[in-house]
């Protein structure tokens, strides 16, 4: 069965201070993971899925399988990081659907 | 595009009392979902729709209905309301993913604070 699994609740950081948001998975193939963020008052949206291997709002997310992780980094955070942060899962079957880890609600301290 | 709309966006039940949950997207997506997130949890599928006519159960599809009559459309009905049912319900819908192919990105609703009392 697949899980995927944030550790932190709450996560607070000093603006500029390097941020890195926890995930780990379970799943016996091949997953794809992505994070996906709230903002306040916003919908959920895809922030960013680990086969593009690109860097968005200056986040990045490495897949290891090894370790079964998909941690999210940024190097320096700013205020407008601040937001509810989802790890996801998508099996190589099924309809597109996705598995999402509880989340982790990122504070950036002014 | 008004992209995935939901109505309503509160809603207080009485137990026992039965509701639907509207959702509507207007960028022809074969694939909807319906999601729960209870507080402090992450989303859980309740049912989804990989097009008009065909619906499937998620992980948590008891005490829930859904039918898929059109592409925009994918209502999801409360028949018996109960305390469990105390959540966020979210829809989403994306474009068809084919075999072999990646995850097509779900685009998401603003959801429904439904609150059974």
């Known amino acids: 069965a697949q899980r995927v699994t944030q550790p932190e609740k709450l996560l607070s950081v000093f603006k500029g201070a390097p941020v890195e948001l926890k995930c780990n998975y379970s799943?016996?193939?091949?997953?794809?993971l992505f994070w996906y963020v709230q903002y306040s008052r916003q919908r959920l949206q895809l922030l960013l899925r680990?086969?593009s291997r690109e860097s968005i709002k200056g986040f990045t997310a490495d897949l290891n399988k090894g370790e079964t992780s998909f941690h999210l980094k940024k190097p320096f955070a700013q205020e407008e990081d601040s937001a509810m942060y989802y790890c996801a899962l998508s099996g190589e079957t099924g309809a597109n659907n996705l598995f999402f880890g509880t989340g982790t609600r990122l504070t950036v301290i002014p | 595009n008004a992209g995935v709309t939901q109505t309503p966006k509160f809603r207080i039940l009485k137990i026992g009392q039965s509701m639907t949950l509207q959702c509507t997207q207007d960028m022809n997506h074969n694939y909807m979902y319906w999601y729960r997130q209870d507080p402090g949890m992450g989303l859980k599928l309740i049912y989804y729709?990989?097009?008009?006519?065909?619906?499937d159960k998620g992980e948590v599809p008891n005490g829930y209905n859904v039918s898929r009559s059109t592409t925009e459309d994918f209502p999801l009905r409360l028949e018996l309301a109960a305390p469990s049912q105390t959540s966020v319900y979210f829809c989403?819908?994306?474009?068809?993913?084919?075999?072999?192919?990646?995850?097509?990105?779900?685009?998401f609703g603003p959801g429904t604070r439904l609150t059974v009392l």
């Open positions: 729709s990989v097009g008009a006519g065909i619906t």
């Open positions: 680990h086969i």
């Open positions: 989403a819908s994306s474009y068809p993913r084919l075999a072999g192919s990646s995850y097509n990105e779900q685009f």
């Open positions: 799943y016996s193939g091949s997953p794809e």
